[in-house]
């Protein structure tokens, strides 16, 4: 498995995200951003760039899932583990941003872009957007819903002579 896909953003994520954010909305005097401590959320790019799929794994909850274009479902912690750990394999870095972090109570979500470099320092790939769903477990942060949705396919680079 790799972040390569063939299939372009559908309308769920940008629902999704629309129904987070009207949820968010609704309670302003409840809601906080950031809903996620930002150093947790950054984590998840720190950890698979420095290759440990079992400290990404870890920001997953026991039953979470693990959506991705044009791939089946990722369900439950140990099966993304496995498909973190097949990610890192190939050698690719990413850049993770959050351009909305909101959350109200148990329930938060991120939203943002990434991208796929070919490794550290490398050519862009692949991009795209995602948006996260996290809820409290036993009182930490968790991810319980992982969409990504690949953007425009990036233009190869041709080769300097």
């Known amino acids: 498995m790799t972040f390569r896909s063939h299939i372009r953003p ?27 401590p930002p150093e947790l959320k ?36 140990a099966a993304i583990r496995a498909a973190v750990e097949s990610m890192i394999k ?3 870095k990413v850049k993770i941003d959050a351009a909305q972090n909101v959350g109200a109570a148990d329930l938060a979500y991120v939203y943002g872009a990434y991208s796929i470099l070919e490794h550290a320092g490398g050519r862009e790939v692949e991009r ?9 477990v036993d009182g930490a942060w968790k991810i319980t819903i992982d969409i990504n949705a ?12």
């Open 42 to 77: 950054h984590s998840w790019e720190v950890n698979f760039n420095r290759g440990d799929a079992a400290a990404v794994a870890a920001l997953y909850a026991p039953d979470a899932q693990l959506l991705m274009s044009g791939s089946a479902p990722v369900v439950g912690a």
């Open 10 to 36: 559908t309308a769920a994520l940008a629902a999704i995200v629309a129904c987070l954010a009207v949820l968010a909305a609704c309670a302003p005097e409840r809601s906080v951003s950031p809903g996620v």
């Open 150 to 161: 690949t953007g425009q396919a990036v233009p190869a680079q041709t080769p300097k002579p």
């Open 90 to 92: 190939t050698g690719v």
């Open 128 to 136: 795209g957007t995602y948006v996260e769903v996290w809820r409290r």
